[in-house]
């Protein structure tokens, strides 16, 4: 399973094969593909990171569907090549775009322990979509607000699910009394409720 997965991640992200950070990984999974590695513990940890890092690329995919936006040269982030993204978009368009991306939290969030460093691929291939789009600076905000929106709501959502459901409940009654808190006091700081249509922005 992990060659298998090792194997789809390498053959879209060969990019930045073997330098900097990335190089490490790649060793890995080859060797882990060749037999050489051998350690479950090894293996466990190269899959929590390629499993981290196909969630971005197909999470990436699904952000464009959901903005409805072309996908950049026709192709899914798994088969796009961005390691010359900064020469295709212009490093000053490509700075301010991912930054709008980068500072919206819950679109991509930071890969937790155990899972390697933080994987930019995915912001990257949205930084291209809106770059072959032609998308003026308020339109990516626009859409950026509103995918945000759609996922703060949903995340909610799922929230108020699983509050009640009884085992959590019973749950957080313990804790709450635990600390003289009455059960229902503490709640999910409110977001941002009023959104904007994300096939309207333009």
């Known amino acids: 399973m992990v060659s298998n997965l090792g194997a789809e991640y390498l053959n879209s992200y060969q990019g930045f094969d073997d330098s900097g950070q990335d190089g490490a990984l790649h ?7 060749s037999g050489e590695v051998t350690d479950i513990d090894d293996i466990e940890s190269a899959h929590r990171a390629v499993e981290y890092r196909m969630t971005q690329m197909s999470t990436a995919d699904r952000y464009l569907q959901m903005m409805d936006m072309a ?6 982030c798994c ?6 993204i900064r020469q295709e978009v212009g490093g000053d368009k490509h700075h301010i775009i991912r930054r709008l991306i980068f500072d919206r939290k819950i679109l991509f969030p930071r890969p937790v322990q155990g899972q390697g460093r933080q994987f930019l691929k995915g912001m990257d ?10 998308t003026p600076k308020e339109v990516v905000v626009k859409k950026l607000d509103a995918l945000t929106t759609t996922l703060d709501q949903a ?3 799922e929230m108020e699910v699983v509050k009640r459901d009884p085992e959590v409940k ?3 009654r313990k804790l709450f009394q635990s600390f003289g808190v009455a059960f229902g006091n503490i709640s999910p700081s409110k977001r941002r409720s009023r959104g904007l249509s994300l096939t309207g922005a333009a």
């Open 71 to 76: 996908p950049p040269k026709g192709q899914l």
């Open 27 to 33: 060793n890995t999974l080859r060797r882990i593909q």
């Open 170 to 172: 019973s749950k957080r």
């Open 155 to 157: 995340l909610e959502r």
């Open 79 to 84: 088969e796009y090549r961005t390691n010359k």
């Open 125 to 134: 291939y949205l930084v291209a979509a809106f770059h072959y789009a032609n």
